[in-house]
């Protein structure tokens, strides 16, 4: 096995959802992510855990036939639901041997899966959650990468010094932080304003995610106002969504287009109130994920990125006296901010061309 397997399962275990002696951890892996699966157990024993196997958030072959097979009227399925109420440690494992495997399931019928499990994934969230990325051959064709170049990819992103990285990305968040307005703009496509007063601003260093390298908060739900479009692709649903256009105004998505399946983005945008509004501001900041791969567990944390979220906002990114979106959905998509772009925080400029201020190069 790869050395560099069993230093993923490690930072996992040690780092990201810190495993106690008696832990009760469901991990959620396709059967292609098997070796990191092994290397997790073997952790996981040595700390004297309880491990379970489920491909239930990941096989997307079964999904797609269930969901083929199904009427669109789901019930939340209550033995799963009681698995994940008796789980310390949830870990999730991206894999594929096919990125596509649910693109002929129609967009409402998972829009009704999603909603009729959203109180399974709301257990999720309360317990020491992890998701992270095996780099599969089929992930490393969706990012037009060789099976071996994408596995230096993958590792070189997660199995670092996240301490450093934390302190890289604290910079950032001491900008936020007693932050009350945000601005967005980039080229003559982009400019978009929101509020984040009193919302706390988390600094994404592989815990949640793994890899990390984001900060990010929640907009106050009604402040958005204005347009964006996100020019970096997106697989949602099985689908390459590109070329997504927002307007907001009062917070509320009031038009939107995309290039290519847009009707996979209408279909997200009607999945409930919430989803017409933002629920996640995120900042990427990990240089050493340069490159696009399609992949948005990496693509988000891109250092020349940002990305906003329709639908749910994570609970820890909303004040005590501040309202949180809630949806049954969280879409991330992303702005490049390479070229021609800045970030305005409460009327300063905080980022210039991707280069942030405290960065060397950045320009005033």
Same mark, same amino acid.
């Given at each position: 096995m790869?050395?560099?397997?069993?230093e993923h399962?490690?930072?996992?275990?040690n780092h990201?959802?810190d495993l106690?002696?008696?832990?009760?951890?469901?991990?959620?892996?396709?059967?292609?992510?098997?070796d990191?699966?092994?290397?997790?157990?073997?952790?996981?024993?040595?700390?004297?855990?309880?491990?379970?196997?489920?491909?239930q958030?990941?096989?997307?072959?079964?999904?797609?036939?269930?969901?083929?097979?199904g009427d669109?009227d789901?019930?939340?399925?209550?033995?799963?639901l009681?698995?994940i109420?008796?789980t310390?440690v949830?870990i999730?494992?991206r894999?594929?041997d096919?990125?596509?495997q649910?693109?002929?399931?129609d967009p409402?019928?998972q829009?009704a899966?999603?909603?009729?499990?959203r109180?399974?994934?709301?257990?999720?969230?309360s317990?020491?959650w992890?998701?992270?990325?095996y780099p599969?051959?089929?992930?490393?064709?969706?990012?037009e990468?060789s099976?071996?170049?994408?596995e230096n990819?993958?590792w070189?992103?997660v199995?670092k010094?996240w301490?450093?990285?934390?302190?890289?990305?604290e910079n950032m968040?001491?900008?936020?932080?007693?932050?009350?307005e945000i601005?967005i703009?980039s080229?003559?496509?982009?400019?978009v304003?929101?509020s984040i007063?009193?919302?706390?601003?988390?600094?994404d260093?592989?815990?949640?995610?793994?890899p990390?390298?984001?900060?990010?908060?929640?907009?106050q739900?009604?402040s958005v106002?204005?347009?964006?479009l996100f020019?970096?692709?997106l697989?949602h649903q099985?689908?390459?969504?590109t070329?997504?256009s927002l307007e907001f105004?009062g917070?509320?998505?009031?038009d939107?287009a995309?290039?290519?399946? &847009? !009707?996979?983005l209408? =279909? $997200?945008?009607?999945t409930?109130d919430?989803?017409?509004?933002?629920?996640?501001?995120g900042i %990427?900041?990990?240089r050493d994920?340069?490159?696009?791969?399609y992949?948005?567990?990496f693509d988000?944390?891109?250092?020349?990125?940002?990305?906003?979220?329709?639908?749910?906002?994570?609970?820890?990114?909303?004040?005590e006296?501040n309202?949180a979106?809630d949806?049954?959905?969280?879409v991330?998509m992303?702005?490049?901010m390479? &070229? !021609?772009s800045?970030? =305005? $925080?409460?009327?300063?400029?905080v980022?210039r061309?991707g280069?942030?201020?405290f960065?060397? %190069?950045?320009?005033e």
């Amino acid at each position: 096995m790869d050395p560099r397997i069993r230093e993923h399962a490690e930072i996992i275990a040690n780092h990201s959802v810190d495993l106690q002696d008696g832990d009760n951890v469901v991990v959620d892996a396709h059967p292609v992510a098997e070796d990191l699966v092994v290397a997790l157990h073997e952790v996981i024993g040595d700390i004297g855990a309880n491990p379970v196997t489920t491909s239930q958030r990941t096989g997307k072959r079964q999904q797609r036939a269930f969901l083929r097979a199904g009427d669109d009227d789901y019930d939340t399925p209550e033995h799963e639901l009681a698995l994940i109420q008796n789980t310390d440690v949830y870990i999730a494992i991206r894999a594929s041997d096919n990125v596509t495997q649910t693109s002929d399931v129609d967009p409402e019928t998972q829009a009704a899966y999603q909603q009729a499990h959203r109180p399974i994934l709301e257990e999720r969230l309360s317990t020491r959650w992890c998701l992270t990325q095996y780099p599969a051959p089929a992930n490393a064709q969706l990012a037009e990468m060789s099976t071996e170049g994408y596995e230096n990819f993958v590792w070189d992103a997660v199995n670092k010094d996240w301490d450093e990285q934390r302190d890289h990305q604290e910079n950032m968040v001491e900008i936020m932080d007693p932050a009350e307005e945000i601005r967005i703009v980039s080229g003559d496509t982009t400019d978009v304003t929101m509020s984040i007063d009193g919302n706390p601003t988390l600094n994404d260093h592989g815990e949640h995610n793994l890899p990390g390298g984001e900060v990010f908060t929640a907009p106050q739900p009604d402040s958005v106002e204005g347009e964006v479009l996100f020019d970096m692709p997106l697989y949602h649903q099985g689908r390459e969504i590109t070329d997504v256009s927002l307007e907001f105004e009062g917070g509320e998505v009031v038009d939107h287009a995309a290039a290519k399946n &847009e !009707d996979v983005l209408t =279909e $997200v945008l009607n999945t409930d109130d919430g989803a017409r509004r933002l629920g996640e501001l995120g900042i %990427g900041m990990n240089r050493d994920i340069d490159r696009f791969t399609y992949n948005m567990l990496f693509d988000e944390k891109m250092g020349d990125t940002v990305h906003m979220a329709v639908g749910r906002a994570y609970d820890d990114t909303v004040g005590e006296d501040n309202e949180a979106n809630d949806s049954a959905v969280h879409v991330d998509m992303i702005v490049d901010m390479s &070229e !021609d772009s800045y970030i =305005e $925080v409460d009327g300063e400029v905080v980022q210039r061309d991707g280069t942030f201020r405290f960065e060397d %190069g950045f320009a005033e």
